[in-house]
């Protein structure tokens, strides 16, 4: 009612021929209309993320860089403050090849930041680090049996675990893990009443997110 | 045949009975969270025969953190970030890690068979992985350092007691 109301002296003052006067009001009308909010989206806050490229122990290398995006809004007291679809940056922090005598392959990865405009929302604790299924046990157990026919035969049948290979993890494009937000980061809402109304339409998503939220310590 | 059935019945409570134990001692290992702003690695191997001899020392940058006996765990303080870490025999073996702020994270060394000796193997690992193993005995305090982190027997009490 009071924007209106200020929105009409506006355009009376305009037709009373001070344009300049009628812009000044116009424009304190606007700024009170929708005033700047800002958003606070807290350290370790829970995210969702689509890893884009295939991944693999056998395939990448430490210090690979591999686009994610944020596969879940970021909801905050009900409100979208970041939308799904954020694009960002993840690294491969180490891989390592499954190798002979059973060795399996080995994948530690990292979420790096999700961007926000010119401005990065950097993100950690990406849970999504893994050793493939191993054969050690295998080559351990051929072994204790090689030992004894070796006695009787003259080949080196410990040998034969140098070809037996552990296995390799592959992580497909679009696979979703779990990461958090490193930093407190703040997101300017130009208009909060919208979003406010996004919300309403999808309480799943809310109550998921809130849910994870208490699910920190 | 009632004798048979009396000896049968004390064996299974004594089978029973040393598993509950053997469960109860596994419960029994508990790792204190980091101290504020720090991470934590846990150094664990299992107790396998193969390669039991042999220690697993674990190190970064050059310097040896920890020395892994067969069936022993440690406990790593760091700052946050990417650590490499190294095990080293005939072959050297390495895993990178992201340490995060106030966060635990699993390594496993374990040895596997070479041509003149075992080589370990360090690969990542979980707290399930950790449990299940039922890894129970602290590293001995002679056998960390002279790199620092490694969270001596008193140290670890002591995290515990403030926990």
Sequence with gaps: MRRFGQAALAALITFAGTPALAQDIATEAASDAFPPVEILIPKLTPVMLEILSPLGSKTSTSFDRFQIRLADPIFI???????????????????????????????????????????????????????????????????????????????????????????NIAIPAGTVAMAKTAEDFTVPISDP????????????????????????? | MKRFAGVFLATALLVGGSTAAGAEDAAQVQIPAPPPGKGQVVFYRTGTLMGAAMGCAVNENGAKISSLGSGRYFVLVTEPGRHEYSVKSEAKDVLALEVEADETQYAMCRIKMGIMSGRPDLRPSTEAEFIKSSTDRLVDDDDMGPGPGALRAADLASALANK
Excluded at chain 1, 131 to 137: I, L, N, P, R
Excluded at chain 1, 143 to 153: D, M
Excluded at chain 1, 207 to 217: I, Y
Aim: cysteine-free; overall charge negative.
């Design chain 1, 77 to 167: 007291d009900g409100m979208e403050v970041l939308p799904a679809g954020a694009m960002g940056e993840g690294e491969v922090v180490h891989a390592k090849k499954a190798g002979g005598m059973g060795t399996a392959g080995e994948l530690v990865l990292a979420a790096r930041y999700i961007g926000f405009g010119e401005r990065r929302l950097a993100l950690r604790s990406m849970s999504l680090s893994a050793a493939g299924k191993d054969a050690v046990g295998a080559v351990d157990g051929l072994n204790a049996v090689g030992a004894g026919i070796s006695t009787f035969v003259p080949v080196p049948i410990g040998l034969v675990g140098f070809v037996i290979s552990g296995r």
């Design chain 1, 193 to 217: 009443l919208s979003g406010a109304g996004e919300d309403a339409d999808k309480p799943s998503s809310v109550s998921m997110a809130e849910n994870l939220t208490k699910g920190e310590d």
